[in-house]
């Protein structure tokens, strides 16, 4: 599987970003993306990798790590084989390496559970 992240770079704290990911490749030759969860991981220098937001195969279900909800957003585009996150009201704690995650099977209830990501991109925030 393919997935390519995209959108990362420098931001003041207070700013914006939004990340793209672009999915391709064998994961989804059996079924296609829209079936599969979707997600973002991070890791910042020093730590492990955690989880920051999925998104269920119809947009119908989105979860989201306490430290982002109500200023990071999940969303998918099936048709372009594409997930979304925006990032508004960025602070200093959330620079990292920020990872677009498949789930591990299609239509998983659980949205958390991912099989492959992808590499990353870099998110910096200054104060």
């Known amino acids: 599987v393919q997935l390519q992240a995209s959108g990362g770079g420098l931001v003041q704290a207070g700013g914006s970003l939004r990340l793209s990911c672009a999915a391709s490749?064998?994961?989804?030759?059996?079924?296609?993306?829209?079936?599969?969860?979707m997600g973002w991981l991070r890791q910042a220098p020093g730590k492990e990798r955690e989880f920051v937001a999925a998104?269920?195969?119809?947009?119908?279900?989105?979860d989201y790590a306490d430290s982002v909800k109500g200023r990071f957003t999940i969303s998918r585009d099936n048709a372009k084989n594409t997930v979304y996150l925006q990032m508004n009201s960025l602070k200093p704690e959330d620079t990292a390496v920020y990872y677009c995650?498949?789930?591990?099977?299609?239509?998983?209830?659980?949205?958390?559970?991912?099989?492959?990501w992808g590499q990353g991109t870099l998110v910096t925030v200054s104060s």
């Open positions: 995650a498949a789930g591990s099977r299609a239509y998983n209830a659980n949205i958390r559970d991912f099989g492959s």
């Open positions: 490749g064998r994961t989804f030759s059996s079924y296609p993306f829209r079936m599969y969860p």
């Open positions: 998104i269920n195969w119809n947009s119908g279900r989105t």
